[in-house]
Nanobody, 125 residues
Framework: QVQLVESGGGLVQAGGSLRLSCAAS????????MGWFRQAPGKEREFVAA????????YYVESVKGRFTISRDTAKSTIYLQMNSLKPVAAAVYYCAANPGSTRPFWMERQYRYWGQGTQVTVSS
């Protein structure tokens, strides 16, 4: 069993930056992939980024490439999402999720078995 706890959300002005963290309790094996998803009010949850625990390969939705960076600290069992040049459309609840078998495609929610409770990101214009 893996438990995920997100932190780092908050209010930021458009163009600003935030770094989200997701701390995992329980064993994260090398077979895992970890992902970030977001859900804006009235919209479906969508994939943002993913990282393979072993090797650190990263994957992004096209709309955040070049502005968001996903990373991991294996010693701390923590993943991060650095978000730069934030736009108002990025406002959402951001969720961390764990995909035990690195099952593809990484953008698909059903590949992820464990989910955090989410952290709110608000971007003012």
């Amino acid at each position: 069993q893996v438990q995920l706890v997100e932190s780092g959300g908050g209010l930021v002005q458009a163009g600003g930056s935030l770094r989200l963290s997701c701390a995992a309790s329980g064993r994260i094996f090398s077979s895992y992939a970890m992902g970030w998803f977001r859900q804006a009010p009235g919209k479906e949850r969508e994939f943002v980024a993913a990282i393979r625990w072993s090797g650190g390969a990263t994957y992004y939705v096209e709309s955040v490439k070049g502005r968001f960076t996903i990373s991991r600290d294996t010693a701390k069992s923590t993943i991060y999402l650095q978000m730069n040049s934030l736009k108002p459309v990025a406002a959402a609840v951001y969720y961390c999720a764990a995909n035990p078998g690195s099952t593809r495609p990484f953008w698909m929610e059903r590949q992820y078995r464990y989910w955090g409770q989410g952290t709110q990101v608000t971007v003012s214009s």
